[in-house]
Each structure stands twice: as structure tokens, then as C-alpha cells.
């Protein structure tokens, strides 16, 4: 599907998060997790992005706030 790097910002007790994850892992897409609750810098990561809401996922250039699954998939195919 995609070749872009894909980067879940996430946190425990979030269930968008974990339905991010389990969504990209069912389509088989390798993605790169990062729990803003476990360093600091991954906060200043994320705020970097114009965001300070989990899960935001960041698919090559395109940043999405928020879990959005048809969105989602938009993004992995263009």
C-alpha cells in the first residue's frame, strides 16, 4: 500500500490510539510508535507538529490529528 514513512504518536489509555494501531497493523503498514507520556522530547515532537492530541499520525509529509480510518487510508495510497 504505502512506502512512506508512518509515525504514531501516541498514549496509553487512548483508545483512537489503539484502534490506529490495530487499523495500520491489520493492513499489514510498518509504522513507528511514539509514546508521549514516556519522553519528553516525543512531547516536543509532537508540538513541533501543531499538535497536543493523540493519536497524531504522520504518513511521509501529511500530518493527521486525530484517527480518521478512510482518511487514513487516503493518505497511505496517494
Known amino acids: 500500500m504505502s512506502q512512506k514513512r508512518?509515525?504514531?504518536?501516541?498514549?496509553?489509555?487512548?483508545?483512537p490510539c489503539s484502534a490506529a494501531k490495530r487499523f495500520l497493523?491489520?493492513?499489514k503498514v510498518p509504522f513507528?510508535?511514539?509514546d508521549v507520556t514516556a519522553d519528553h522530547?516525543?512531547?516536543?515532537?509532537?508540538?513541533r507538529l501543531n499538535s497536543r492530541s493523540t493519536p497524531t499520525i504522520v504518513v511521509?509529509?501529511?500530518v493527521m490529528i486525530g484517527f480518521d480510518p478512510g482518511?487514513?487510508?487516503?493518505?497511505?495510497?496517494?
Open 41 to 47: 522530547s516525543t512531547l516536543s515532537e509532537l508540538a
Open 25 to 27: 497493523t491489520s493492513l
Open 32 to 34: 513507528e510508535y511514539k
Open 60 to 62: 511521509g509529509d501529511e
Open 6 to 15: 508512518v509515525i504514531l504518536y501516541g498514549q496509553p489509555g487512548c483508545p
Open 71 to 78: 482518511r487514513l487510508e487516503q493518505l497511505l495510497k496517494s
